[in-house]
Nanobody
Framework: QVQLVESGGGLVQAGGSLRLSCAAS????????MGWYRQAPGKQRELVAT???????NYADSVKGRFTISRDNAKNTVYLQMNTLKPEDTAVYYC?????????????WGQGTQVTVSS
């Protein structure tokens, strides 16, 4: 079993920055793709950004140029640097990870961290 623990959310004014972190722990063999998703009130959960173990990143169009995803494989940790935040970025942000056990891959979610951007 793998646990994902997010941190770094909070309240920030529009134009500000926040950095989210997500650390994976447990009996880990190999973490493959890690990512961030978000869910605003009344909306479906959506992709924000993903990153492979080799460092290839993918972003939603709405955050390109403002958000940067990175990871530290030695620490099984993924980060999301969020700059030039907008009120529409307000949501609960969830960490996601694919854990390879040696014979198959399992997907895990964190508990979520609230990001609120005031106008």
């Amino acid at each position: 079993q793998v646990q994902l623990v997010e941190s770094g959310g909070g309240l920030v004014q529009a134009g500000g920055s926040l950095r989210l972190s997500c650390a994976a722990s447990g009996r880990i063999l190999r973490i493959n793709t890690m990512g961030w998703y978000r869910q605003a009130p009344g909306k479906q959960r959506e992709l924000v950004a993903t990153i492979t173990s080799g460092g290839s990143a993918n972003y939603a169009d709405s955050v390109k140029g403002r958000f940067t995803i990175s990871r530290d494989n030695a620490k099984n940790t993924v980060y999301l640097q969020m700059n030039t935040l907008k009120p529409e970025d307000t949501a609960v942000y969830y960490c996601n990870a694919d854990h390879y056990t040696g014979y198959r891959e399992f997907n895990f979610w964190g508990q979520g961290t609230q990001v609120t951007v005031s106008s």
